[in-house]
C-alpha cells in the first residue's frame, strides 16, 4: 500500500455557486429496478426462470413502477424471461418494463422483436463516453462516440416510431452515457443533447437521460456537483428525466444517490439491498426508508422487510448482513447498557405522553414500520447495562421494575453473562429473575397471615398483623405486629423472630397477564439492619399475600447475601 503515486486522482469541477446543499428531499424519486438484469448478471447462480418471475412479482407488490427486466438481444435466457413476462400476461398495467441494448443496429432491432406485444416499454440504449474507456477500449476521439449514440438513437426512433404506430403501446427511450463519472462534463452534456435531438425529445415526451456512475469514482459532493452543472447546461433541460445509477465501488452509492436527488435528479436505478457488481448498486431498501425516517413517503412498501429479505436471500443466495441499515438482524438491538437504558426510557416516555411522533433514542425508525418487533431491539450480553435486563422483562414478560431495582438485578444478569460468555436469551433473563426473586429459596416461608385494619382514637387506621412464619422449614412460629399498613405491619411482626432493624422503604405493584389468568406482582425495598438496600418481588393473585411474600424474599436475599 506504499505505490499511490500509481493512481490518478480525481479531478472535480471548480462550481461556486452550487445550490444544492441548501436543498431537501422532499417528495421521492421515481424508482427503476435492476435487480432483474444488473442485479441477477452479477449472482454466482442466476436467477432461473421462476424465481425471475417471483422477483418481478415481489417487485411489483414493493410499489416499484418501471423494472428493467433484462438483456433480451444479448442473452437467451434474457430474451426467455421477457417473452415469459408479456406472453403470460404478468405485467400490471401501471408497471412499465425495461429492456437495455447497447447502441449497436443488430442488437436494437433484435430488442424491438423482443418487445413485440408489451404495452409500455423504455428501451434503455447505452455507449460508454469516459475518457479511459475512449483512449483504451474505443480508440477514437469524442466525435465518433458521438456519432455511436446518435445513430442508435436515430434507428430506436425510427423502429420505435412503427412500433407504436402498429400496436397503440406507450414507448419511451433512455440514453446512458456509460461511465459518465469518467466522462469530461462538457462532453457528457455534447452527446446527450444530441441523443435528446434523435430522438426528438419535447417536453411532452421526455428522454429519460441516465447518468450512471459505472465505477464510482469520486465524493459524493464531488458528483452532486457534475449533476447540478449538467442540468443547469443541458439545452432544453424540461424535456429530459434526469436519472442515476449509481454503483458502490466507494461505499457512498446512497450519499451519491441523495446528493443527487438535492443537485437536480429526479429518478433513480437500483436494486434490494444493493446487489449488483463488484461493491454493488444503490440499496433502495436504506435510500427508501431513509426517506421514510425524514417524513417524506417513498413509494415503497417495505412494512414487511422481514418477508422481502427472506425472499431475496432464497432467490439470490446471498446474504443480508446483520448490520444492513434497516434489515439486518442486529440493527434494531441494542447491547450497550447506556443505549438499551435510554430506548428503554423513550419507550417510558412514549407511553405517558401518547406522542403521535416516534421519539426513542438510538432507534431512527419505529421496528414496527418495518414489520419487525419489539423483542429483541434489546438483547443481553456482558456488556449490556441496568437497564436492558428491565427492559426485556417489561416487553417480553410484563414486569414492570421499579427503576431502584434496574441495577440491583441488571448485576445478578451482567455476572450470569460473564459466567457463560455469550449472549443470553430472554428466556434465560427470566430464569435469572425467578431464581433472584419469585423462587428464591431462604430461610423463613411465610405460612399463613391475617390483616386486621383497627381505628384508633384519633379516627385514624392502621393494621394489625398476625402471621405464621416456618423457619428453615422447621416449626411454624406465631408473629404479630402493628403498622400504618400491611407491609409496615409485617416488617414490624418480623422483630420476634430476631430480625430487628428492617425498614420498609418503598413499594410498587401491577398486574401480570390477564383475565382469570392475572397475577399482582409486589415489589418490595427494604432497609436492612446494616444500611443495605435489599428488594423482594411476591407473586400471587392475592395482592396483600403478593406484598408480604415480597418483604419475606427480601429479607431472605439480604440473608442469604450475607
Request: negative net charge; contains cysteine.
Amino acid at each position: 500500500m506504499k505505490n499511490n503515486d500509481k493512481y490518478i486522482p480525481f479531478q472535480p469541477i471548480q462550481k461556486r455557486d452550487r445550490r444544492w446543499p441548501g436543498k431537501q428531499i422532499a417528495q421521492p424519486p421515481i424508482w427503476c429496478s435492476v435487480d432483474l438484469r444488473d442485479g441477477n448478471q452479477a449472482l454466482v447462480n442466476p436467477m432461473n426462470l421462476e424465481e425471475k418471475l417471483e422477483m418481478f412479482t415481489l417487485l411489483c407488490g414493493i410499489g416499484v413502477k418501471e423494472i428493467e427486466v433484462g438483456f433480451p438481444s444479448a442473452s437467451e435466457t434474457e430474451y426467455e424471461i421477457l417473452r415469459a413476462l408479456i406472453d403470460g400476461g404478468h405485467i400490471p398495467e401501471d408497471v412499465t418494463i425495461q429492456v437495455l441494448v447497447q447502441a449497436r443496429e443488430h442488437l436494437i432491432r433484435k430488442t424491438f422483436e423482443a418487445i413485440d406485444g408489451a404495452k409500455n416499454v423504455i428501451v434503455h440504449f447505452y455507449n460508454s463516453t469516459s475518457t479511459l474507456q475512449r483512449k483504451v477500449v474505443f480508440k477514437t476521439d469524442m466525435q465518433g462516440i458521438v456519432n455511436i449514440a446518435v445513430e442508435g438513437a436515430k434507428l430506436i426512433k425510427q423502429l420505435g416510431d412503427e412500433y407504436t404506430a402498429r400496436t397503440g403501446a406507450c414507448l419511451r427511450y433512455e440514453y446512458s452515457p456509460e461511465s459518465y463519472m469518467g466522462t469530461e462534463p462538457e462532453n457528457a452534456v455534447w452527446v446527450c443533447r444530441e441523443v435528446m435531438n434523435a430522438l426528438g425529445a419535447t417536453r411532452e415526451h421526455p428522454v429519460i437521460l441516465n447518468l450512471p456512475s459505472t465505477v464510482e469514482s469520486c465524493l459524493p459532493n464531488q458528483f452532486a456537483d457534475l449533476v447540478e452543472d449538467f442540468c443547469d447546461r443541458l439545452p432544453g433541460r424540461d424535456a429530459a428525466i434526469i436519472s442515476l445509477h449509481p454503483h458502490n465501488d466507494r461505499g457512498t452509492a446512497t450519499a451519491t444517490a441523495e446528493l443527487g436527488l438535492l443537485a437536480g435528479a429526479q429518478r433513480l436505478e437500483g436494486t434490494l439491498f444493493g446487489n449488483g457488481e463488484r461493491t454493488g448498486n444503490l440499496d433502495f431498501v436504506t435510500v427508501g426508508l431513509n426517506m421514510y425516517t425524514q417524513a417524506v413517503d417513498p413509494g415503497l412498501d417495505f412494512s414487511d422487510i422481514g418477508r422481502i429479505r427472506a425472499f431475496y436471500e432464497r432467490v439470490t443466495k446471498l446474504r443480508v448482513p446483520e448490520r444492513h441499515p434497516y434489515a439486518g438482524d442486529l440493527v434494531f438491538t441494542a447491547f450497550s447498557g447506556s443505549h438499551q437504558d435510554a430506548i428503554n426510557k423513550g419507550h417510558a416516555w412514549m407511553k405517558a405522553h401518547g406522542g403521535a411522533q416516534w421519539e426513542i433514542p438510538y432507534l431512527p425508525i419505529d421496528p414496527a414500520d418495518v414489520g419487525r418487533q419489539y423483542e429483541p431491539v434489546v438483547r443481553i450480553n456482558s456488556q449490556s447495562g441496568k437497564g436492558g435486563a428491565a427492559f426485556v422483562m417489561e416487553q417480553t414478560f410484563g414486569y414492570r421494575l421499579p427503576k431502584a431495582m434496574h441495577a440491583e438485578f441488571g448485576a445478578a444478569v451482567k455476572a450470569y453473562c460473564d459466567n457463560v460468555g455469550r449472549e443470553i436469551s430472554p428466556e434465560e433473563v427470566m430464569a435469572i429473575f425467578r431464581r433472584e426473586y419469585t423462587d428464591v429459596q431462604g430461610l423463613y416461608t411465610l405460612v399463613s397471615y391475617k390483616l386486621t385494619e383497627i381505628d384508633d382514637e384519633e379516627d385514624e387506621s392502621h393494621v394489625h398483623f398476625e402471621g405464621k412464619v416456618r423457619r428453615n422449614g422447621g416449626p411454624a412460629a406465631e408473629i404479630s405486629g402493628d403498622g400504618n399498613g400491611p407491609i409496615n405491619a409485617a416488617c414490624n411482626a418480623l422483630n420476634l423472630l430476631g430480625l430487628e432493624g428492617y425498614r420498609f422503604v418503598d413499594y410498587a405493584e401491577h398486574a401480570v397477564g390477564s383475565g382469570a389468568d392475572a397475577k399482582g406482582v409486589a415489589y418490595i425495598q427494604v432497609q436492612a439492619p446494616d444500611g443495605r438496600m435489599c428488594h423482594g418481588v411476591g407473586l400471587s393473585h392475592n395482592i396483600n399475600t403478593a406484598a408480604l411474600r415480597g418483604v419475606v424474599c427480601a429479607v431472605n436475599r439480604h440473608l442469604r447475601c450475607g
